[in-house]
């Protein structure tokens, strides 16, 4: 299992890498997501919230645009050049982690985030990335989730699962059929509400810390 995520780690940093400088072309089409995860989240009393695998920072910004204090943490220091030259707020902070193994004290932010980041990685590690959300995460505060779905409609299942399964990782097949809320439930993470996002190929899952 070591050799397998320093596999897992050397890969996501060599690909990562090489596609910083290129990354924001694709995530452009997800600033309705964005607008829609700031909107969703209790924002009331100037929360500090985390954003976790923030890669070029376009959630954390969003957030920070707000006025909230935000952190966000990627394992991608090429990802994190790029979110810094876009950085124009004081309150958005960038600090290169292993999201596995955050550099933050229990209960250190009442909003942690990650998005579209628990399907690049193998199950083990993504335990581990959600043990730390909920370890940082004051007790009762706000989660959000957004990743990759499947439709209902069983055609449009198959045409979205093959297409995307051409692009991502070998990590996508076990992730798109393993139970998400279930393991989200077992690192003690209730969810609240799910919402689908593009025509069901993706979905925003928001849920409140129990521990």
Do not use: W
Request: charged content about 25%; overall charge positive.
């Amino acid at each position: 299992m070591k050799k397998n995520n320093e596999e897992y780690y050397s890969h996501i940093k060599d690909m990562f890498g090489k596609i910083a400088p290129f990354y924001d072309l694709l995530d452009m089409f997800l600033s309705g997501v964005r607008a829609m995860v700031v909107e969703l989240v209790n924002t009331k009393n100037n929360p500090k919230i985390l954003d976790v695998c923030t890669g070029t920072g376009s959630q954390a910004i969003a957030f920070g645009k707000k006025g909230f204090y935000v952190a966000g943490v990627d394992l991608s220091r090429d990802m994190l050049k790029v979110a810094e030259k876009k950085n124009r707020y004081d309150n958005v902070k960038f600090i290169a982690s292993d999201a596995a193994d955050m550099p933050f004290d229990a209960n250190q932010f009442d909003i942690s985030c990650i998005s579209f980041a628990l399907h690049y990685m193998p199950v083990d590690i993504r335990e581990k990335v959600l043990a730390e959300i909920g370890r940082v995460t004051v007790p009762g505060g706000g989660v959000v989730i957004v990743d990759h779905a499947l439709p209902k409609n069983k055609i449009s299942r198959l045409l979205v699962y093959h297409i995307t399964s051409l692009y991502e990782t070998m990590y996508y097949p076990e992730f798109i059929k393993s139970d998400l809320k279930a393991l989200i439930g077992k690192h003690g993470i209730r969810i609240e509400k799910e919402i689908p996002v593009g025509f069901g190929a993706a979905r925003i899952l928001k849920g409140i810390n129990q521990k």
